[in-house]
Every structure is written in C-alpha cells, then in structure tokens.
C-alpha cells in the first residue's frame, strides 16, 4: 500500500464547476497535510496545508481533513482553464519529509 | 523576498560522470530538503539539512549525497552517474522549525539528463 494515494485521473469538470481532489494516507502518525499544484514543465507550488479536522478555505480552495477516516481532499470552486494541472498531495510527519503522492490532473473544459 | 533559487537550471552528462547541483534558500529559512521527481516514481524524498546538518535522509544509494553552508545554501551531488537518475531535481526551502505550520517551497528544479 502507498503512503499517500491520489487518482491519476484525468479528472474533467468544466469551466465555472466544483472540482473535487482526493487523497487518503497511511500513516496514523501524519501532522500537516499539504497541497500543491504543478504546471507541466514547472515546479510544485503551494496551494495551502491543514493540520486540524475540518474545512479550511482560501479564496476558491477549501481543504477538507479527516483523521479518522485518513482522508485529505481539495475543493476548487468556479473552476477556472488556467486551474489545469496537477494536483499534489503531500503529509508531513514528526520528520520534516514531505511524502507526496503521484499527483491528480485536473483538465477544466471550456 | 527572493524566492529559492536553483542552479543550473539544465544539465547533460554522461554516464559515469558526476553532477553538483546547487540551491539558495529564502532568505531566513535555515532547512534545505532535496527531491527527486520522475514519471514514474513521482517526487521522493531524497534528503533534508538544517544548520548545516543532515537530518533527514530518504531511501537513495550513497551515490547521492549533500551539504549545507553556513549561509544555508545547499548543494547535492550525483556520483556515478546511471540513465536512471536523469530525472528533475527539486529543493525546497523552510524554516525547518519543528511547527505543524513549517511549509516548504520549491525553487524551479535542475532537469538533468543522463546521456
């Protein structure tokens, strides 16, 4: 089993549409949960991490973090073409070590 | 602020020849982490300094190894070099506090190419 598992996709909503990110992990021991978004050919930036149960929002996005069920998830509201990427997520442990999944792409049609 | 910067940005070697890439932290950020992004193994851990020492370390052969500077500037270095390490290579910067908080940022990566 992979620590940190997200759908390849490609996951196609359309222009002006929620777009819903998935990941879940293993490690119970997991503190802070990161997601970055990577442009083709471009390097990871950062979207916004949660470390408390719950929703967090910053502007279009939401986190969504769930312990219990080890489960992480990114909502992009009125999903835009230039939201077309891929979608990392990545924990953290006691270890400063990010552990990344394989990533999610995300294609907005017009 | 100036964000992290890496260099060189493209490299092509041989096989057998060896590599050094370097990379610059923000200003203020004293932890350095390395990775290794491929198609088909994604992004993996290579290893982190913090204060000029080795804290982290991921699962890469002895071949691959790194320092930190005083100014916190980082460099790893590739010996040996095999097809298989032509990949992206990726620092990322933080404040290496031990905080729930602490975020890394990555500089824009030394693609590599292992001819």
């Known amino acids: 089993q992979k620590e940190v598992e997200q759908n390849s996709g490609p996951l196609s909503v359309p222009e002006g549409a929620i777009a819903s990110l998935n990941c879940t992990y293993s490690d119970r021991g997991s503190q802070s949960f990161f997601w970055y978004r990577q442009y083709s050919g471009k390097s990871p930036e950062l979207i916004m991490f949660i470390y408390s149960n719950g929703d967090k929002e910053d502007g279009r996005f939401t986190a969504q973090l769930n312990k219990a069920s080890q489960y992480v998830s990114l909502l992009i509201r009125d999903s835009q073409p230039s939201d077309s990427a891929t979608y990392l997520c990545a924990v953290t442990g006691t270890a400063s070590k990010l552990t990344f999944g394989t990533g999610t792409r995300l294609q907005v049609t017009l | 602020k100036a964000g992290v910067t890496q260099t060189p940005r493209y490299l092509i070697k041989t096989r057998g020849q060896q590599v050094t890439l370097s990379c610059s932290p923000i200003?203020?950020?004293?932890?350095v982490s390395w990775y290794q992004q491929t198609p088909g193994q994604g992004l993996q851990f290579l290893f982190e300094y913090f204060s000029e020492t080795q804290r982290n370390k991921g699962n890469f052969p002895g071949r691959f190894s790194g320092r930190q500077f005083s100014n916190s500037r980082s460099e790893m270095n590739v010996s040996t070099l095999e097809l298989g390490d032509s990949a992206l290579y990726l620092c990322a910067s933080s404040s290496g506090l031990a905080s729930r908080t602490d975020t890394q940022y990555f500089g824009p990566g030394t693609r590599l190419t292992v001819l």
């Open positions: 200003s203020g950020h004293r932890s």
